[in-house]
């Protein structure tokens, strides 16, 4: 059995896991995007944070999985730098959308959806994805994801939607002003992932009417704009991945039940259902 090194990255983090015979090593290093770091850092990351921690195993096959990688500009800067710094190893790099139907459907066919701080879908053929509905970035979709109820959250706050209770339960939680709000939305980067950090205030007020709805509004939005668009959804199951999914996993059940639909898995993170696949 060759020695393989299977990464899943985002652009903030990324787990390696190294197989080698029934023995596994899982590896944390900070996430590698093209978007962010060139060639060079890219290199020099690996062989600082990476490579010292492998002990002179040789890989023979990288299984890199990571965001971003749908440009193919960016899967070919980063299969160039992997094939310089683990020179006898088979390289493939791979979207996280991938690495998700891998992860979640294996060989068999099904629709596979990420809802973390992003969201996206595809229905998978037990080898390669076929069908993708398009996803469109925060600002104009994501829906469901950490980012859309995020911003419900944020817009619930601002506009004074929440009754009495909620508004001083945000207040007590956050400690931010409208105006600091808003510029950290509008002024400063990864919006995104700042919008995603008001989800937990959901996870943390389940049962508040408000906050069903919030919820249930959120994932319904994603079925109805993805899920629907796929005619295999009626006859496959619909699996799930991502930190969103995994918190809401009993919202998906009756959405799930109310469109008469098969709930498949629903996985926190990919990389358990990426170490059997590959095994």
């Known amino acids: 059995m060759s020695v393989k090194l299977i990464a899943d990255s985002g652009a903030t983090k990324c787990e390696w896991c190294l197989i080698d ?12 995007s093209p978007y962010f770091l060139n060639a060079d850092q890219i290199e020099q990351l690996l062989l600082k944070r ?4 492998l002990r002179d195993v040789v890989v023979e096959e990288v299984h890199f999985y990571g965001t971003g990688l749908s440009n193919k500009n960016n899967a070919l800067i980063l299969k160039t730098v992997l094939k310089k710094v683990f020179r006898k190893a088979k390289i493939a790099v791979e979207t996280d959308l991938t690495a998700a139907a891998r ?5 068999q066919k099904g629709i596979a959806c ?8 595809c229905f998978y053929d037990g080898r390669k994805i076929t069908k993708n509905s398009p996803g469109i970035g925060y600002i104009l979709g994501d829906e469901g994801s ?7 959250v944020i817009q619930y706050y601002l506009y004074q939607t929440f009754d009495e209770e909620l508004m001083v339960s945000f207040q007590k939680r956050f400690l931010l002003d409208p105006i600091e709000i808003l510029e ?7 919006a995104n992932r700042y919008l995603a950090s008001f989800a937990i205030f959901l996870a943390e007020n389940r049962g508040h009417y408000m906050i069903e709805n919030i ?9 109805f704009t993805h899920i629907y668009k796929y005619k ?18 009993d919202v998906l059940q009756e959405l799930c039940n109310g469109y008469e639909l098969e709930l498949g898995k629903v996985q926190k993170a990919p990389m358990k259902g990426l170490i059997d696949y590959h095994s």
């Open 21 to 32: 015979g029934g023995k596994k090593k899982k590896i944390m290093t900070v996430g590698i």
């Open 50 to 53: 990476l490579v010292p921690k």
């Open 103 to 107: 992860a979640l459907c294996g060989r």
């Open 114 to 121: 990420i809802l973390g701080t992003g969201s996206n879908s």
């Open 146 to 152: 950490g980012a859309y109820l995020g911003k419900k």
């Open 184 to 190: 950290n939305v509008y002024k400063k980067p990864l």
């Open 215 to 223: 919820i249930e509004d959120g994932l319904n939005d994603f079925f």
């Open 232 to 249: 295999e959804s009626w006859t496959h199951p619909i699996n799930f991945i991502g930190s969103i999914a995994f918190g809401f996993k």
